[in-house]
Antibody
């Protein structure tokens, strides 16, 4: 199983980014897939999950601004991030699982700064 | 402030045993499975324990997990310098309909 995130970078407050997580060895559409972030020097923060059936859930801190989705034929998970804030600055990880996150990608860094 | 409470740090000598606690409530630990993760500096977290007390393939039996009521505990025996890392508990919160993590515990092997 391999998960590889991409799409991070520097963005101004109020801007948007779309993160991708390319999966191999695991079928994104058949699994719970989760996004977790970690601000510099801080702990892990759960961000969002998409169920195999398509249901989605979000942390209160990102609800209404972030959208999780997937592209089944490309076996890729996405996180669309709008109205970004300075406090969204973090390493963003995708992971397979629900409450047990067995496989993780190396992460992609998002920096929100003027 | 995290929904799950962990001690910020623990320490012990090589070869000794350490436990890390994770305290929650009935909406999370009390009614859902707990997982534990190890994060070495500069790397992604790694799953150590799932479903309260199960070890994924490749995780040595020096690592163990338990749950009682609204608290969970990670135990590490035969401490090695390579165990120095941050450890996080995680679970689902049925009231929040969201995943949650503890604030993390830094293990120092003296």
């Amino acid at each position: 199983v391999q998960l590889v995130e991409s799409g991070g970078g520097l963005v101004q407050p109020g801007g948007s980014l779309r993160l991708s997580c390319a999966a191999s060895g695991v079928t994104v559409s058949s699994n719970y897939m989760t996004w977790v972030r970690q601000a510099p020097g801080r702990g892990l923060e759960w961000v969002s999950i998409i169920y195999s059936g398509g249901s989605t859930y979000y942390a209160d801190s990102v609800k209404g601004r972030f959208t999780i989705s997937r592209h089944n034929s490309e076996n890729t998970l996405f996180l669309q991030m709008n109205s970004l804030r300075v406090e969204d600055t973090a390493m963003y990880y995708c992971a397979r699982g629900h409450s047990n996150l067995q496989y993780w990608g190396p992460g992609t860094l998002v920096t929100v700064s003027a | 402030q995290s929904v799950l409470t962990q001690p910020p740090s623990v320490s012990a000598a090589p070869g000794q045993t350490v436990t890390i606690s994770c305290s929650g409530s009935s909406s999370n630990i009390g009614n859902n499975y707990v997982s534990w993760y190890q994060q070495l500096p500069g790397t992604a977290p790694k799953l150590l324990i799932y479903d309260n007390n199960q070890r994924p393939s490749g995780i040595p039996d020096r690592f163990s997990g338990s749950k009682s009521g609204t608290s969970a505990t990670l135990g590490i025996t035969g401490l090695q310098t390579g165990d120095e890392a941050d450890y996080y508990c995680g679970t689902w919160d049925s009231s929040l309909s969201a995943g949650i993590f503890g604030g993390g515990t830094t293990l120092t092997v003296l």
